[in-house]
């Protein structure tokens, strides 16, 4: 998987996590999951810009 090689080489250049910026209506949010990544945010525009959904921050520690 291209996500996982990108996570191995961010270990291998010395970074112990990861995060990522989904939207929270994309189905890539399962995907991320399955992945081991975890919500640590929701951010929502306010008002008068309805038709941006939120979005998530998502990370992931990365272990040797």
């Known amino acids: 998987l291209l996500l996982?090689?990108?996570e191995e080489q961010a270990?291998?250049?010395g970074m112990t996590a990861v995060h990522l910026d989904v939207?929270?209506?994309?189905?890539?949010v399962q995907f991320y999951r399955r992945m081991k990544y975890r919500?640590?945010?929701k951010t929502s525009l306010l008002e008068p810009v309805t038709s941006i959904p939120p979005h998530l921050r998502m990370h992931k520690r990365?272990?040797?």
């Open 4 to 6: 996982t090689a990108a």
């Open 11 to 13: 270990q291998r250049a």
């Open 23 to 28: 939207a929270a209506t994309s189905p890539a």
């Open 39 to 41: 919500v640590i945010t």
């Open 62 to 64: 990365l272990v040797s």
